[in-house]
């Protein structure tokens, strides 16, 4: 019992750890949804990615092995300038890093091409609200699918060690359940915070971009895959975290020598 706790305990944590950009995608993604519907963009697509999470548990815990298999068609090279393996989980990382890194620099340009910040503030009609709250809550539930792909194949190999697989079962969908209604809580208080200090949302679009290198590189090297015999190697947790850590100290440092300098032009003046 005590080991099982204890495992409960390391997954909801590891949960929690890895659904940071998770929550981040969520924010960003439900200011595309009309304003009186964001709120309800965000609570109805966790909810429903918590359920849909736990289907994915059932499935992976089913079926493991042929998301790791690589396809034979999906096999092979070109003389010595690319190889590859590609399997199912190697797909799934792809395509997710590849999307995250699209949207990443999708909002950056368009930041840095509108003219009227204010406009595009108080408007519904710019592309930064142009989904439906719908389309919104389908984008979510996707990139939380993707997002929790790792988090629950991480999660079977630390509850290996269980004997009973029911109970293993059971000890993954609380964790699941415990991260997610984590998330439902956060959500809100991240997008508010977002909303009333704008100059931020610059700094989660770039560590959003970080966050699709990171699965981007997961996904090549668990492809196998090679360019001109180098293989492609993983970004670590520690390198995430540590360039997370840098960005935003870098942002508060350049905050507040930007604050000092207005200061300076004012006492001029």
């Known amino acids: 019992m005590a080991e099982v706790i204890f495992t409960l305990l390391m997954l909801v944590m590891l949960q929690a750890v890895l ?7 969520i924010s960003l993604e439900s ?18 990615a918590i359920v ?23 096999t092979g090279g070109i003389d010595d300038i690319l190889k590859f393996a590609f399997n199912g989980h190697s797909l799934i990382v792809l ?22 910040l204010s406009h595009d503030i108080e408007s ?11 389309a919104a809550i389908v984008s979510i539930v996707i990139m939380n699918l993707v997002f929790s792909f790792d988090s629950i194949l991480a999660a079977i190999g630390l ?8 109970t293993a079962f059971i000890v993954m969908a609380i964790a699941i359940i415990a991260s997610g209604l984590l998330m439902l809580l956060l959500a809100d208080k991240i997008s508010i915070f977002l909303a009333k200090n704008r100059m931020y949302e610059v700094l989660g679009l770039f560590i959003l971009f970080i966050v699709g290198i990171m699965l ?23 390198t995430f975290y540590f360039v997370i850590a840098v960005l935003v100290v870098v ?9 000092k300098l207005i200061k300076e032009e004012i006492s001029k003046k």
């Open 95 to 116: 395509a997710g890093g590849g999307f995250i890194i699209y949207t990443a620099i999708k909002e950056i340009w368009h930041m840095i091409s509108t003219e009227d």
């Open 52 to 74: 849909l999470r736990i289907i994915l548990l059932f499935v992976l815990v089913s079926v493991i092995e042929y998301f790791q298999e690589p396809f034979s068609f999906l």
């Open 251 to 259: 942002d508060i440092v350049q905050g507040r020598y930007q604050k």
């Open 31 to 48: 200011k595309k949804a009309p304003l009186d519907e964001q709120k309800r963009v965000r609570k109805v697509g966790i909810l429903i």
């Open 159 to 166: 509850t290996s060690d269980i004997e009973n697989s029911t």
């Open 124 to 134: 519904d009609s710019t592309s930064k609200r142009s989904k439906s709250a719908n």
């Open 216 to 238: 981007v590189t997961e996904g090549g090297h668990l492809a196998h895959l090679k360019i001109f015999g180098n293989e492609i190697v993983p970004m670590s947790k520690t």
């Open 19 to 25: 659904g940071f950009d998770n929550l981040l995608y």
